[in-house]
């Protein structure tokens, strides 16, 4: 578990973070909702450490890791996976090496058996026939693809994903949600997952922070997000005409009004 | 005020270089390739200039030594010591720091841009570690290794070229070579060769590390890189020069 207590981080007096305290239970989807430049990356990077926040606490697991010793640091941070929103792949070495460089650093595995394990993860984001190419070589989405499979390869406690399904199709998004939703559950893995998607908000979203300028405006879960009466967001899930539509369907629906699938031919006569 | 700061971060990242590696093997693998690439990398630009800067000293000293008083050995002479003094460690040193500084300070820059760096963080890799040392030890095992083929080939360069132009003839020089020769003059080269490759490759690093912003800032660090790299070499060249030739 993750906690995550009063940050605040700004840059130049600009304020990005602001008071944001959650707590990130093991084994859930802990989805942070939010517009463009609401504050997701900075906030999921003070919680990593990649950025130090002004003030305010994150503790893994009860112990204080803002203010950890290195050492100490780097023992978490071997339990942690992260897909960056840019990939961050290592440009000089290959698919492959990529996702090895993890095994390689911490394992004293044989090459077989790390090679094996490679393919096993390259497997299940859906990327095979592409060991040997490099990053340049690759679409945006099958970045984004080896950089899950690079996060997730020595089997972390706490997996951060920032973006992961941009820039990939709807299907191929759909695999990503369920891959992360699957090893969440099978690992008991403290997972925290950046997004505007809101389909993966409706497939995965346990438990969901929504951030506005900075400010944590709404918690829930994907069974409460669509009923909340929260304006802003509401402004941000309820973006399109069709999705308002979708709601009120879904108002309907819940209201017993109508019987989704069965009874729409005589409502519509 | 920010060369003081500039200078503080720059002593916090040597600091930061030094921690247990996390896996030796591929620390030593790091340096091996590093080792390849800077020292493999920059040799046949070291074998061009160093050959033309003997060649054309010797002709130069020669063109100047008109005097039927002074021998011709004499020109061997100067030949030899200016390369082994000056001309193989700083000159070479100085385009190495643009060879070798652009690219490590690059490579660093892009990394950091394209958060390569904080990707090694986050898996509880130290990067200064990782990346840094082996670059810096790298140039400190290959750098004084080129200075040395630097010296010979300037040397012979000269001898080519005096002999060519019927100046004098190979046994004329090669006496002149040996000649009042000081083992000192090569100790010293390559303290000069030890320090600059410290500096040609911890300096752009500190560039390359600390780069924010895109892809237009890793140009300008390269190059702020490679200029203050230049600058100080031909300083820490004088100061040695103060220090270990006073007599
Ligand atoms: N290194 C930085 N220096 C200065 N300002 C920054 C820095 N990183 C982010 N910001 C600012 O912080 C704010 C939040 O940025 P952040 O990257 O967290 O947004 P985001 O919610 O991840 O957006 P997106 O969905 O587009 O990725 C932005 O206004 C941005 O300008
Ligand atoms: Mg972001």
Known sequence: MIEVKNIKKGFNDKVVIDDVSAKLEAGKCNLIIGTSGSGKTVLMKCMVGLFEPDSGQVLYQGEDFTHMHRDAKKDIRKQIGMLFQGSALFDSKTVEQNVMFPLDMFTTSSYAEKLKRVNEVLDRVNLKDSNKKFPAELSGGMKKRVGIARAIVLNPKYLFCDEPNSGLDPLTSLVIDKLIKEITLEYNITTIVNTHDMNSVMEIGDHIIYMYKGLKEWEGSNKEIIFSKNEKLNEFIFASEFLKDAKDMRMLEQAGKIDNDRNMDELLK | ?247
């Open chain 2, 1 to 247: 005020m920010t060369l003081f700061t500039e200078f503080g971060r720059y002593l916090l990242m040597i600091k930061g270089m030094f921690s247990r590696p996390e896996n030796h093997k591929m620390y030593w693998k790091e340096l091996m390739h590093q080792c390849s690439e800077i020292g493999i990398g920059s040799l046949g630009i070291v074998v061009i200039i160093s050959f033309f800067m003997g060649a054309v000293s010797a002709l130069q000293t020669a063109y100047q030594l008109v005097s039927d008083l002074i021998p011709k050995s004499t020109i061997a002479q100067i030949v030899r010591d200016t390369v082994i003094l000056e001309f193989a460690p700083t000159l070479v040193c100085i385009v190495l720091a643009g060879v070798v500084g652009s690219k490590i300070a690059s490579e660093l820059g892009n990394m950091r841009v394209s958060e390569q760096i904080d990707a090694l963080e986050i898996m509880g890799i130290n990067p200064k570690a990782y990346l840094i040392l082996p670059k810096i030890l790298a140039s400190m095992i290959t750098i004084p290794l080129l200075v040395v083929v630097s010296m010979g080939l300037g040397i012979w360069g000269g001898r080519l070229a005096v002999v060519l132009s019927n100046v004098m003839s190979n046994n004329e020089f090669d006496k002149g070579l040996l000649e009042s020769f000081l083992g000192y003059n090569v100790f010293f080269a390559l303290v000069k060769g030890y320090t600059f490759a410290f500096i040609i490759s911890s300096i752009p690093a500190f560039y390359g590390y600390h780069v924010q912003g895109g892809a237009l800032e890793i140009g300008r660090s390269s190059t702020k890189a490679v200029v203050v790299s230049c600058v100080a070499v031909l300083f820490a060249d004088y100061v040695l020069a103060a220090v270990l030739l006073n007599k």
